[in-house]
């Protein structure tokens, strides 16, 4: 699912006194954004390791969605260490070093 996609679902209905489809609201309520470590600008890259461009750079105090996960270069970070790369749009990732999920392992599907 890309960011667009996401996008779209979420201005679905609720304007003009229409609601939205019940599968737009429940697809939106299913998406969870985890906060980025505090203080941290961070690169977002084209693919799960340091060596892939970088794509743009989160603001301090951004919140992410983790669309899917895969495994990619080693990262250390404020929460750890992980090969745990998190897919945030479409052909954008994240080491899951730097975000809270509260978790050591997966919190999405397995990307691809």
Same mark, same amino acid.
């Given at each position: 699912?890309?960011?667009? @996609? $996401?996008?779209?679902?979420? *201005?679905?209905? +609720? =304007?003009? +006194?229409?609601?939205? %489809?019940? =599968?737009?609201?429940?697809?939106?309520?299913?998406?969870?954004?985890?906060?980025?470590?505090? #203080?941290?600008?961070? *690169?977002?890259?084209?693919?799960? %390791?340091? @060596?892939? #461009?970088?794509?743009?750079?989160? %603001? =301090? #105090? %951004?919140?992410?969605?983790?669309?899917?996960?895969?495994?990619?270069? $080693?990262?250390?970070?404020?929460?750890? $260490?992980?090969?745990?790369?998190? *897919?945030?749009?479409?052909? =954008?990732?994240?080491?899951?070093?730097?975000?809270? $999920? +509260?978790?050591?392992?997966?919190?999405?599907?397995?990307? #691809?």
């Amino acid at each position: 699912m890309s960011v667009d @996609s $996401t996008q779209k679902i979420e *201005n679905t209905g +609720g =304007e003009g +006194g229409e609601s939205a %489809a019940p =599968e737009s609201a429940s697809v939106a309520a299913a998406i969870t954004y985890y906060p980025v470590a505090p #203080g941290v600008r961070l *690169n977002v890259r084209s693919g799960p %390791a340091t @060596s892939y #461009g970088i794509v743009r750079v989160l %603001a =301090e #105090g %951004a919140r992410v969605p983790i669309f899917c996960q895969t495994p990619g270069q $080693t990262i250390s970070g404020p929460y750890g $260490t992980t090969k745990v790369w998190d *897919n945030i749009g479409d052909g =954008e990732y994240i080491s899951d070093a730097y975000v809270y $999920t +509260g978790s050591d392992g997966y919190v999405a599907p397995h990307c #691809g």
